[in-house]
């Protein structure tokens, strides 16, 4: 770690994270060895379709203990919208879709964050619920055992692509982001193009942890 | 001998013995359960998953006020666009080259995705073995060019077994014979059946037989559609997320990162 990063993430929302993204992944590798029968492989590999399955169910009911956790978590931060801060950001793309001189500040989460955020958490509840279902099918009746299967691959089909969004954008797509999963420390740089007015509040509440103590380039001096 | 087959019932000739229902269950070796006696001939009441063809007896009071007393042979229709095949996700329901769905046991799974996609509620789950089961025409009696057991049982000839057309057109000529309400049921509906029925009544009268039997609304937009378009739209992310990146470019870092953490300016 280098002197005068700046700390993002607590080590339990990294935990969090990690444990629904690598679930996800799971879950959307043996739920399309399940779903395409070109993919049928996948099973193979693990001893059989049964197997594929039994991960699916498992796997599908650690994400949703993690989904539950993560939704508790960040409700309150990401959550809500406030059409006061949120709306102008928006309006503007924020600054990813075309050239915006000053993109509209926004706190800790901006508002494309908490889109992102409720798709997951309505389409992560939706995928459990569906899911569930689809395991135990035989308490419920045909038509919604069969209404469940259309829930089921249409949430898929949004969080497949929202994964690739996602992945996009932590990635090449905003460049320095990554940190904030893996270590917790991000650059100021960063934080002053992605979120500058969280960088303010924490300056302004000396909630701001730099790594290396807070003396050396630190600018609260102002 | 590899030609689509076709089983035509003609329930005219249905007498009930029950001797297919039997046969099918010796010659698969599927034991018998335990049910309680109902005040019906019909036993066991339903299909399931070790009763792959059950006789179903109805008391029918039609028009004029007399009753009769119909017997139907019930059982998988073998569709030639069949709900549990489209839905099976490891292939092992699946067409045979005579057109028959037949089920590979050990591919099973036990999804149950097939007992919600059959229009006629064939498919049985056996907790047991965490397995679905359903009848296959006898496979492999076919592949040795034997009839299936409940044909070979059947006294009658209500049950007979051959090449597609000659069994269509055994059953038109029978339904000009009987008149009436008698037609033939299943070259109309999920692209054919490879079984037919000679139904001296019509559909609507029978119990447990839809009138018109479609898959499922939902396993259409299920299979059809959202399958293919799970793969088409994250391809579509994938080429929009390149395009973005090469056309806006990157949200990048200001400046001033550097190893010391940057400074204002």
């Known amino acids: 770690m280098r002197k005068g990063l700046i700390k993002a993430t607590r080590p339990f929302e990294r935990v969090v994270h990690w444990c629904l993204a690598l679930s996800c992944f799971l879950l959307c590798i043996t739920g399309m060895g399940t779903m395409y029968h070109s993919l049928n492989f996948i099973g193979a590999v693990i001893g059989g379709m049964a197997n594929l399955r039994m991960l699916h169910h498992y796997g599908g009911l650690f994400f949703g203990v993690s989904l539950v956790v993560a939704i508790g978590l960040f409700w309150k931060e990401a959550g809500r919208f406030s059409a006061k801060e949120d709306w102008p950001w928006i309006k503007e793309g924020g600054g990813f879709l075309w050239h915006v001189e000053n993109i509209p500040e926004v706190g800790k989460f901006n508002p494309g964050q908490k889109i992102f955020f409720l798709v997951v958490a309505l389409g992560g509840a939706a995928m459990l619920t569906s899911g569930l279902l689809m395991w135990f099918p035989l308490s419920f009746s045909k038509q919604l055992v069969r209404t469940m299967y259309v829930v089921h691959s249409l949430g898929f089909l949004f969080i497949f692509a929202f994964v690739f969004v996602h992945l996009y954008l932590v990635t090449i797509g905003a460049p320095g982001s990554s940190p904030a999963m893996f270590t917790g420390w991000v650059t100021r740089g960063w934080m002053k193009k992605q979120h500058p007015k969280w960088l303010k509040e924490m300056e302004k509440n000396g909630t701001l942890e730099v790594y290396g103590g807070n003396g050396g380039n630190k600018t609260s001096s102002s | ?265």
């Open chain 2, 1 to 265: 001998m590899s030609q689509e087959l076709i089983k035509l019932i003609d329930l005219s000739r249905c007498t009930a013995c029950r001797g297919c229902q039997i046969a099918c269950k010796q010659w698969n070796e599927l034991p018998a359960s335990r049910t309680k006696n109902t005040g019906s001939y019909q036993n066991p009441p339903d299909l399931q998953w070790n009763t792959w063809t059950l006789i179903r007896f109805q008391e029918h009071v039609d028009r004029s006020g007399s009753v009769k007393w119909l017997f139907r042979k019930d059982g998988c229709m073998h569709c030639t666009d069949a709900g549990c095949a489209k839905v099976c996700p490891t292939e092992a329901l699946y067409h045979t080259e005579f057109g028959n769905v037949s089920l590979n046991v050990d591919k099973c799974i036990g999804c149950k995705a097939c007992m919600y996609a059959c229009p006629f509620g064939v498919p049985k789950f056996n907790a047991a073995t965490n397995k679905i089961y359903k009848c296959d025409l006898c496979y492999t009696r076919l592949q040795g060019n034997q009839p299936p057991a409940c044909v070979l049982s059947c006294p009658t000839g209500a049950l007979q077994i051959g090449p597609k057309d000659t069994m269509l057109n055994k059953a038109y000529k029978r339904v000009k014979e009987l008149g009436g309400d008698a037609n033939v049921y299943g070259d109309k509906f999920v692209d054919g059946t490879h079984v037919v029925y000679v139904l001296p009544e019509k559909a609507e009268v029978y119990d447990n037989l839809p009138k018109d039997p479609k898959i499922p609304l939902q396993i259409i937009v299920w299979k059809e559609f959202l399958k293919p378009a799970g793969l088409m739209v994250a391809g579509a992310v994938v080429a929009g997320a390149f395009l973005h990146y090469i056309t806006h470019g990157p949200k990048m870092p200001e400046e001033e990162t550097t190893s010391e953490g940057g400074t204002t300016s």
